[in-house]
T-cell receptor, first 116, second 111 residues
Framework: NAGVTQTPKFRVLKTGQSMTLLCAQD?????MYWYRQDPGMGLRLIHY???????AKGEVPDGYNVSRLKKQNFLLGLESAAPSQTSVYFC???????????????FGDGTRLSIL | LAKTTQPISMDSYEGQEVNITCSHN???????ITWYQQFPSQGPRFIIQ???TKVTNEVASLFIPADRKSSTLSLPRVSLSDTAVYYC????????????FGTGTKLQVIP
């Protein structure tokens, strides 16, 4: 049981290049999230998904797009990378609520992205 | 969204009990209190969650007073490996994301 797996772990891009970050979870979770974390700051939500085929904007969605074509995968795309998008990106997944319990998020180990 | 306030950093010696308090004055009736731990170069990891009174698991205890306007994460007998950032989150995490991660408390355990 791998949990949440993010690929790649590291990447360096030039300004204007595009790339896709992949998040895969094997826990059959409905909800998935993409965050970014900048030095000395907490995690900020970029986009999230409440199920296959659905996506929604979070706190800082500009410059990013996402897709959830399969339940287990959540892709984060940068169409034209900018230096301001240099950050560590975390993906998380979460199960649906069970009764009154509040399901925690399960995180991957992050993708470190540098844009020159 | 319930705003949380927690100390930016704390230092503790090995073997001591550490208590990290989080203030959440505008917590709503349906809000849960959740704590995560984050080591360098890793994603946050769930530690403990509670709604009221006291919750204990193999890692930590969570104390929540009756008014629920604050909570205290208690780590018994910390070791160097407990050096991490600890986040307090308050909110109802239904399909719609209603919680935010603050800057957390950076705990440094000293030998």
């Amino acid at each position: 049981n791998a949990g949440v797996t993010q690929t790649p772990k590291f990447r360096v891009l030039k300004t204007g290049q595009s790339m896709t970050l992949l998040c895969a979870q094997d826990m059959n979770h409905e909800y998935m999230y993409w965050y970014r974390q900048d030095p000395g700051m907490g995690l900020r939500l970029i986009h999230y998904s409440v199920g296959e085929g659905t996506t929604a904007k979070g706190e800082v969605p500009d410059g990013y797009n996402v897709s959830r074509l399969k339940k287990q995968n959540f892709l984060l795309g940068l169409e034209s990378a900018a230096p301001s998008q240099t950050s560590v990106y975390f993906c998380a997944s979460r199960d649906t609520e069970k009764g009154r319990s509040n399901q925690p998020q399960h995180f991957g180990d992050g993708t470190r992205l540098s844009i020159l | 969204l319930a705003k949380t306030t927690q100390p930016i950093s704390m230092d503790s010696y090995e073997g001591q009990e550490v208590n990290i308090t989080c203030s959440h004055n505008n917590i709503a009736t349906n809000d849960y209190i959740t704590w995560y731990q984050q080591f360098p170069s890793q994603g946050p990891r769930f530690i403990i969650q509670g709604y009221k009174t006291k919750v204990t698991n193999e890692v930590a205890s969570l104390f929540i007073p009756a008014d629920r306007k604050s909570s205290t994460l208690s780590l018994p007998r910390v070791s160097l490996s407990d050096t991490a950032v600890y986040y307090c989150l308050v909110g109802v995490t239904g399909g719609y994301q209603k919680v935010t991660f603050g800057t957390g408390t950076k705990l440094q355990v000293i030998p």
